[in-house]
């Protein structure tokens, strides 16, 4: 990389080199590239397969195929639903509002750590640097686009022609552009801080709205929307690409402007401050670690807010002065750990919401059958219990902080079972009673749920608590390359406990019926996971014992 | 761009300013975060052959000032004027003149210790690439691991490596924030000699430190960063280093 003159390199030249040198230093070759096709067609199948589903799903909601038992509907019969038209609505605005803060929070123009740092401070044109990260995140976007508009345009299109398709893709593809260009030029010009919380504000209330829909029809009577009155849904901007899929042409104008706006973002790219795009280089670097890490909450809070941050208000008592030294210590603990939960506002509302969530799907015109509401229950019940764990993953990456009160480390344990156990309690409270407002399920198994709740409680120490992966262990053939078993079995612990424990209670919904032996039942498994939550593992040092893994004993014969 | 090698070590890659001509300015300037200021109201200038340490305990401002006067942070209030212009790092002339080195842990992983340099090297325009490398790998003990891979040296090294990339380019102004950190002793005299003999030949310093036998070889002059900002000489903020107090004998 000698030149003989003083001439400076390009940000082209610069960018190549960083490339060649690493790309000359990476190892595999041949193999690696296949490893990567053979991921890549196998991760195309996946999506494939899953949209397949989805569409299957959809049309058999909307009566074209053979009526299955296990698609029974789950509500009460004369149950007054939501429109299909207003729940695509709804889910295209949230998800539109979604990834609209995703995008700004991550860029949307990217460039990584180490690139900002050794690129940004070169006294070359900058463009050179920041263009390919440009054309390179709107990849994103567009996939999501296709995955999103395809599946529900085949299922709620009522003409499904390959054209009308590919038209409302391409609409779709637009609409991902559009939301793209917005949050670029918010970057470019450091601004719409206010647009970002509008949009998390949105994606956290839209889901709400189709509950209280149909809580208010099922009350209303006569006066109960119905769906001419939510018919505008459909001229919502974010609902164009299902418009086209029925043959109208006049929402394609979403293109011509999506693409007026890439192009002015283009033409200012070099506007963006280093400042700006080390922040969005943070923000993913986080993302991405989250990611590795499998961490649900940790990953969710990377694409939105990012780590916490500022001062709260929340101050509750810490320092005890009645009872005994054990007493006062527990009392701090469980207030400590009370005011960490308190203290992120945003997490508890992301529970609240996906308390809510099944209810919402129940009360969808055609999707109110158990099993789709049961796997809803599982998937929300499990990612509120982690979303809950943040004071157990903070406590099993510093250890120190579990031995700062004079208390037994199965005592602290179980002092960090008090909060998520109570909020879990509440949580199936809130999220059966909804259901049963809507007609799913029956007091009796609200009762149920209410047994079950603290055992979602001990699956959030489960998963907090869970053993760093032991990459020592044989590795598995996965679609993404060699995975060590070690990693898939942590991955694993927590969702296991959350499923254990919500068995009886899903069963009786799907059978719809609760025998009374599910009551013990579910006692049973409760107190097991409470056990089971709030075990203390040994270090397998200690189980091996002695150097290189000779038992002690024998080391002493 | 002009370029003097010094075969005692140093390769002196700084830009003959005019004497007295101001670097930096900064004017009223308050630095903070989110609009909320973090400490007093700074003003300073600084001229070629000047070198201004900032001085003041853990969480006064220094950094947050520091960062603020390179554009890595918006003013709460006030201004800097580096050479004449109005801070914006996107321009090429700020990027020719103003080299920086704050405790970014970041590399290429692919990368090697002198591939890393070379990237700084072609993106300024030096040339005589490779002697100049080779020399700056020597001033900082890492000849040996020039084709090391960044995550593969200790913390100190990958420090050493970071200053050494400030150093293989040219500049008018440099900016270092606790550059004595996680070196060792000899590497830490050696360098501030390596600056001092580099201010004395014209260079503009601005420099966070802690260390007051740094502070007192490399700086010229001298800031206390607290809830208010108090000017004094190198050798009155050495003792108010040791012990965190601007009114200390």
Redesign the interface.
Known sequence: ?????????SAK??RQ??FR???S??QGGLMELISEVYTSILGGLTLVTMAGALIVALRHSLGVGDESALLASAVAPGFHSVTLLQASATVLLTLAAGLLTLEMTMGPVAMS??Q???????????RGFIQPGFLKSMAWPSIAAVIVVLPLSLGMAADPTPGNLALAVLCGLGLAWLLYGIAAWCQVTGSGAWLKKAMGAITLLAPLTLVATALYNNVAGTSAITGRQTAWLEYLPTSWPLLVADGARWPLLLLALALGLLALVYLNL??I???AL?KSAAAGAYAASSLLSMDATELSRSFSTGPATGNSRVRLKLIFTKGTANTRSIKTLASTHATMALRSPATLLRVLVLAAIPASLASVEFLGNAILIAVAIYLCAHFSATALGATARFSAGNPAVDTLMPLPAKTVRQVHYIVPGAAMTLWAIICFGLLLALGVGSPALLILALLAGPGLGAATLRAGFRPAPDWNMPALAGPAGPVPTGAIRAFLIGPDLSLIVLLPVLICLISGGVPSIAFPIQLTLTFLAFQWGTHIRKPKSAKDGGLFGVPQTAANK | ?S?ATNHSGANQHHRPIPARKDVVRAEKLQAGYAGKAVCGVVSFSLHSSQSLALVGPNGAGKSTVVKTVV????AVSGTTLINGNEVD??T??F??EV??VFD?D???????VE??L?????????????DVISAELEFFGLSALAKSRPYNLSSGQRRRMLLA?AFVRPRSLLVLDEPEQRLDTSMRHKLAARLRAEVDSGLALLVVTHDPEFLITVATKALFIADTIHAMTPGRAAEAIASENPHAD
Do not use: S
Request: with cysteine; glycine share 6%.
């Open positions: 990389m000698t030149k003989e003159t003083n001439e400076r390199f030249e610069i080199y960083t040198a690493g790309l230093r990476t750590v180490p900002t740092a050794w690129w940004l401070g070169l006294p070359v044109r900058r070099e506007r401050t280093t400042a080390k | 761009m370029k554009g890595q942070l918006e790092d996107r090429l002339d990027r020719r080299a920086v970014d970041a590399f290429f992983p692919a990368l090697t591939e890393h070379a990237i700084v090297c072609a993106g300024h325009g030096v040339d005589e690439v490779e990339a």
